[in-house]
Structures are given as C-alpha cells and as structure tokens.
C-alpha cells in the first residue's frame, strides 16, 4: 500500500499533506508557492510509492466551484501532464482554513501561530486529507 498526498491549493502558498504507508493517520508535510508545488510533488513521488493525490475542491455554499477553481484546474492538467501514472481525485474542502484556524486556536497556539499562513494551509492539506480517509472507511 502506497502513501496519499493532499493538496491545499492557493494561488499564493500550496498546503501538502501525506499519510503514513497503511493510510490511516494524515500528517502536515510542507506548504510551498505554486510555482514550486509541482517540482516537489515530482521528486517525492519520485522517492516513494504515492497511490493518489487528493486535490481540495473548493465549493461556495451552493455548491458552485469556487473562482479558484480554474487555477486549480491549470494546476490539475500539469500533474496530469507530469505525473500520468498517478491517480488524481477531487474532494471537498470547504471551511478548511476556518477549521484550521480553529484547530490552532483551541490548541494554544501562540499569535505568531495563528498568524502564519503557511501552517494555516499545512493543516488546512492535512484536514482535507483526513476527512478523506474518513470517507473511504
């Protein structure tokens, strides 16, 4: 069995999350820019057995894609591009961020915490792919 990435996608960071090997526990991996989101994800699935990648789909509450969606779709095509050979599949994310807001607040976390964007989007991937984990079991 193969780990899981998830991806947190923003136009300006890109929270990264992975499993362990059994697919059962979600951890923060990194949050890096876009422009270097798709290098990494190459040289990690380059050094380990990657089953899938979740993508966040960002809904409005009507269920309408959100106006990132078409950067996210770009982003889409280019790992599709690169990486064929693994799976991609989209999953909801909507209220991530607020929960990942939340999560750091209820946990302690100091201001600079709670203020740092790219953990915020780290826990944000991390969230999404727990709650996907939690769908498949």
Do not use: C, W
């Not at 990132?68 to 599949?89: A, G, N, R, V």
């Amino acid at each position: 069995m193969g780990i899981l990435l998830a991806i947190d996608y923003g136009q300006k960071r890109i929270g990264i999350a992975h499993t362990d090997s059994f697919q059962k526990i979600a951890s923060g991996l990194i949050t890096l820019s876009p422009d270097k989101a798709l290098l990494f994800i190459k040289k990690y699935v380059s050094e380990k057995v990657v089953d899938a990648i979740i993508i966040g789909q960002p809904l409005q509450m009507d269920g309408n894609p959100s106006m990132i969606e078409s950067s996210i779709l770009k982003f889409i095509k280019k790992l599709k591009k690169e990486l064929p050979e693994i799976m991609l599949i989209r999953f909801d994310e909507r209220f991530t961020s607020k929960i990942a807001f939340r999560t750091l607040i209820d946990s302690g976390a100091k201001k600079n915490q709670i203020k740092n964007k790219k953990l915020i989007d780290k826990i944000s991937a991390t969230i999404i792919l727990q709650s996907y984990l939690e769908s498949i079991n």
